[in-house]
């Protein structure tokens, strides 16, 4: 039969500072912290937060090192575009591309303070 993949359990980051980490997804992206926001016990000093973002998990983690050449990527859906985009310019943010229209969509990518790129949705 094969291998059937069933879901997404979550979308992991690697980040190497978790504290300026944690100020950019929960300070700008206004992410909150899940029931995992812990130490790794067999791993001292490294870090494991997720963040509930609808259905889906999304974590950062120092666990492993950013490469910010590619990797994962993950959308985050916004309520208004046009406002998600002024604030992350706002707060000085790294615009890769401010406004990709589709027929069904409008997305802009970002980046991380590591180089992980971020798609910011909104579904037309």
């Known amino acids: 039969?094969?291998?059937?993949?069933?879901?997404?359990?979550f979308v992991g980051y690697p980040v190497s500072d978790m504290k300026r980490a944690r100020d950019f997804y929960e300070g700008i992206l206004g992410l909150m912290p899940g029931a995992?926001?812990?130490?790794?016990?067999?791993?001292?000093g490294k870090?494991?937060?997720?963040?509930?973002?609808?259905?889906?998990?999304?974590?950062?983690?120092?666990?492993?090192e950013p490469s910010g050449q590619s990797g994962p990527s993950?959308?985050?859906?916004?309520?208004?575009?046009q406002e998600a985009l002024n604030h992350l310019k706002n707060q000085g943010v790294k615009i890769v591309a401010e406004c990709i229209?589709?027929?069904?969509?409008?997305?802009?990518?970002?980046e991380d303070w590591d180089g992980n790129g971020i798609t910011i949705h909104k579904i037309k």
Request: charged share 20%; proline share 6%.
């Open 36 to 44: 995992i926001d812990q130490e790794i016990p067999e791993m001292p």
């Open 1 to 9: 039969m094969g291998l059937k993949i069933t879901g997404i359990p």
């Open 74 to 81: 993950v959308a985050f859906e916004v309520e208004d575009f």
């Open 47 to 64: 870090y494991w937060v997720e963040y509930e973002v609808g259905s889906q998990t999304f974590a950062i983690s120092n666990a492993w």
């Open 101 to 110: 229209e589709t027929s069904g969509c409008r997305i802009a990518l970002i």
